[in-house]
Protein backbone atom coordinates (compact mmCIF):
# COMPACT_ATOMS: atom_id res chain seq x y z
CA UNK A 1 0.00 0.00 0.00
CA UNK A 2 1.32 3.38 -0.57
CA UNK A 3 -0.43 6.23 0.91
CA UNK A 4 -0.41 10.18 -1.03
CA UNK A 5 -0.84 13.16 0.52
CA UNK A 6 -0.66 16.49 -1.61
CA UNK A 7 -0.47 19.77 -0.58
CA UNK A 8 0.41 23.43 -1.80
CA UNK A 9 -2.91 24.25 -3.56
CA UNK A 10 -4.83 27.60 -3.40
CA UNK A 11 -6.21 30.89 -4.91
CA UNK A 12 -3.34 32.24 -7.17
CA UNK A 13 -3.42 34.65 -9.49
CA UNK A 14 -3.29 34.41 -13.70
CA UNK A 15 0.51 34.75 -14.58
CA UNK A 16 1.55 33.16 -11.10
CA UNK A 17 3.36 30.39 -10.26
CA UNK A 18 2.47 27.41 -7.41
CA UNK A 19 4.06 24.67 -6.17
CA UNK A 20 2.24 21.63 -5.27
CA UNK A 21 3.88 18.91 -3.06
CA UNK A 22 2.58 14.84 -2.85
CA UNK A 23 4.13 13.50 0.09
CA UNK A 24 4.77 9.25 0.27
CA UNK A 25 4.26 7.03 2.55
CA UNK A 26 4.27 3.16 2.52
CA UNK A 27 6.26 0.74 0.32
CA UNK A 28 9.51 1.70 -1.42
CA UNK A 29 9.01 5.03 -2.95
CA UNK A 30 11.65 4.99 -5.60
CA UNK A 31 9.91 2.31 -7.77
CA UNK A 32 6.97 3.87 -8.37
CA UNK A 33 6.68 6.16 -11.57
CA UNK A 34 4.46 9.61 -10.20
CA UNK A 35 2.03 11.52 -12.03
CA UNK A 36 -0.18 14.53 -11.58
CA UNK A 37 -3.39 14.20 -12.88
CA UNK A 38 -6.02 17.07 -12.77
CA UNK A 39 -9.60 17.58 -12.96
CA UNK A 40 -11.19 20.58 -13.73
CA UNK A 41 -15.63 21.16 -12.58
CA UNK A 42 -17.44 19.41 -15.06
CA UNK A 43 -15.00 18.08 -16.50
CA UNK A 44 -12.87 14.55 -16.62
CA UNK A 45 -9.69 14.03 -15.19
CA UNK A 46 -6.29 15.39 -17.33
CA UNK A 47 -2.92 13.66 -17.22
CA UNK A 48 -0.78 16.94 -16.49
CA UNK A 49 2.82 15.41 -15.77
CA UNK A 50 4.47 12.21 -15.01
CA UNK A 51 7.83 11.63 -13.98
CA UNK A 52 9.78 8.01 -14.25
CA UNK A 53 11.21 6.08 -10.80
CA UNK A 54 14.59 7.37 -10.83
CA UNK A 55 13.31 10.83 -11.81
CA UNK A 56 15.12 11.14 -15.15
CA UNK A 57 12.69 10.94 -17.20
CA UNK A 58 9.16 13.29 -17.51
CA UNK A 59 7.04 13.72 -19.75
CA UNK A 60 4.00 16.13 -19.97
CA UNK A 61 0.36 16.66 -21.37
CA UNK A 62 1.00 19.29 -24.39
CA UNK A 63 -1.47 22.32 -21.97
CA UNK A 64 0.84 22.32 -19.28
CA UNK A 65 3.84 21.82 -21.29
CA UNK A 66 6.93 24.65 -20.73
CA UNK A 67 4.84 25.82 -17.71
CA UNK A 68 5.10 22.89 -15.50
CA UNK A 69 7.58 20.93 -14.01
CA UNK A 70 7.36 17.82 -12.13
CA UNK A 71 9.99 16.47 -9.48
CA UNK A 72 10.60 14.10 -7.12
CA UNK A 73 12.84 13.50 -4.11
CA UNK A 74 13.49 9.67 -3.30
CA UNK A 75 15.32 10.45 -0.74
CA UNK A 76 12.83 12.28 0.96
CA UNK A 77 9.52 10.50 -0.63
CA UNK A 78 8.51 13.57 -2.30
CA UNK A 79 6.87 14.67 -5.46
CA UNK A 80 6.30 18.29 -6.45
CA UNK A 81 4.56 19.99 -9.58
CA UNK A 82 6.26 23.39 -10.16
CA UNK A 83 3.49 25.65 -12.20
CA UNK A 84 4.12 28.66 -13.79
CA UNK A 85 2.06 31.31 -16.05
CA UNK A 86 -0.98 30.50 -14.63
CA UNK A 87 -4.41 30.44 -16.76
CA UNK A 88 -7.98 30.55 -15.21
CA UNK A 89 -8.25 26.95 -17.66
CA UNK A 90 -5.79 25.46 -15.38
CA UNK A 91 -8.44 25.93 -12.24
CA UNK A 92 -8.58 21.82 -11.01
CA UNK A 93 -8.33 19.96 -8.38
CA UNK A 94 -4.44 18.29 -8.50
CA UNK A 95 -4.24 14.45 -7.70
CA UNK A 96 -1.34 12.98 -7.46
CA UNK A 97 -0.99 8.98 -8.25
CA UNK A 98 1.62 6.53 -8.12
CA UNK A 99 2.78 3.17 -10.29
CA UNK A 100 4.64 0.26 -9.31
CA UNK A 101 7.25 0.53 -11.80
CA UNK A 102 7.82 -3.06 -11.19
CA UNK A 103 10.43 -4.00 -14.57
CA UNK A 104 11.97 -0.45 -14.06
CA UNK A 105 11.37 0.40 -17.22
CA UNK A 106 11.67 4.24 -16.81
CA UNK A 107 8.18 5.22 -18.03
CA UNK A 108 7.25 8.85 -17.24
CA UNK A 109 3.38 8.06 -18.49
CA UNK A 110 1.00 5.25 -17.63
CA UNK A 111 -2.26 5.04 -19.08
CA UNK A 112 -3.31 3.64 -15.49
CA UNK A 113 -2.02 4.66 -11.70
CA UNK A 114 -2.46 2.78 -8.78
CA UNK A 115 -2.36 4.51 -5.74
CA UNK A 116 -3.96 8.53 -5.63
CA UNK A 117 -4.40 10.87 -3.23
CA UNK A 118 -7.41 12.77 -1.79
CA UNK A 119 -6.35 16.32 -4.15
CA UNK A 120 -5.83 19.80 -3.72
CA UNK A 121 -7.69 22.40 -5.13
CA UNK A 122 -5.91 24.89 -7.42
CA UNK A 123 -7.59 28.07 -8.49
CA UNK A 124 -6.33 30.65 -10.83
CA UNK A 125 -8.45 33.79 -10.89
CA UNK A 126 -8.18 36.33 -13.99
Known amino acids: QVQLVESGGGLVQAGGSRRLSCAAS????????MAWVRQAPGKEREFAAG????????YYADSVKGRFTISRDNAKNMAYLQMGSLKPEDTAVYYC???????????????????WGQGTQVTVSS
Open 97 to 115: ASRFDYLYSGRAYFTNYDY
Open 26 to 33: GRAFSTYA
Open 51 to 58: ISWSGVNT
